[in-house]
T-cell receptor, first 113, second 112 residues
Framework: NAGVMQNPRHLVRRRGQEARLRCSPM?????VYWYRQLPEEGLKFMVY????????ESGMPKERFSAEFPKEGPSILRIQQVVRGDSAAYFC???????????FGPGTRLTVL | SQELEQSPQSLIVQEGKNLTINCTSS?????LYWYKQKYGEGLIFLMM?????EEKSHEKITAKLDEKKQQSSLHITASQPSHAGIYLC????????????FGKGTHLIIQP
């Protein structure tokens, strides 16, 4: 059973461009979580999704950030008009129904030039 | 909102020695998770504790939950170079599936 997969592993964008981060959960996992790890700030929860539904987006910045988990395909975290402060490691985690343990992917390291 | 404080922030231990990392919550703990992160990589799940007084072990790592003190400890016996990394505690704010709140981590270095 493959683990949580994230791609790309590294992403470089110039200010003002869009960044799309993809997450494929483990087989049988219907819950997806996105986290951001900034230097000196630790790992922060952003959003929790189930198939076709956003359950909790309390950690998402109000502007430029959006997330989806469609019926088919990976979950996508989209950052529009990136700024230097968006440079961070973005981690996705997944869990199966009725199980609280979250399993993390290797992360996508976003660098904004 | 819930906050988790880990101590120490960093730890240098000679190979073969024992060590303990602590995680204290500002609120009641419903579920406490321990993860390990190697530099530049993802998080590896170690253990989850849910009940007060619960203790779990995996190989040379033991975690305990003191519900009354809102605290968990992670103890490594006879440390090895493979134990080096960043240890993170995470917690849910309520019952059920939830986004986790994490501590800032403890950087563990094992000296040969």
């Amino acid at each position: 059973n493959a683990g949580v997969m994230q791609n790309p592993r590294h992403l470089v964008r110039r200010r003002g461009q869009e960044a799309r981060l993809r997450c494929s959960p483990m087989k049988g996992h219907s819950h997806v979580y996105w986290y951001r790890q900034l230097p000196e700030e630790g790992l922060k929860f952003m959003v929790y999704l189930q198939k076709e539904n956003i359950i909790d987006e309390s950690g998402m910045p109000k502007e430029r950030f959006s997330a989806e988990f469609p019926k088919e395909g990976p979950s996508i975290l989209r950052i529009q008009q990136v700024v230097r402060g968006d440079s961070a490691a973005y981690f996705c985690a997944s869990s199966p129904p009725f199980v609280d343990t979250q399993y993390f992917g290797p992360g996508t390291r976003l660098t904004v030039l | 909102s819930q906050e988790l404080e880990q101590s120490p922030q960093s730890l240098i231990v000679q190979e073969g020695k024992n060590l303990t990392i602590n995680c204290t919550s500002s609120k009641t703990l419903y579920g406490l998770y321990w993860y390990k992160q190697k530099y530049g990589e993802g998080l590896i799940f170690l253990m989850m504790l849910q009940k007060g007084g619960e203790e779990k072990s995996h190989e040379k790592i033991t975690a305990k939950l003191d519900e009354k003190k809102q605290q968990s400890s992670l103890h490594i016996t006879a440390s090895q170079p493979s134990h080096a990394g960043i240890y993170l505690c995470g917690a849910t704010s309520g019952g059920g599936a939830d986004g986790l709140t994490f501590g800032k981590g403890t950087h563990l270095i094992i000296q040969p």
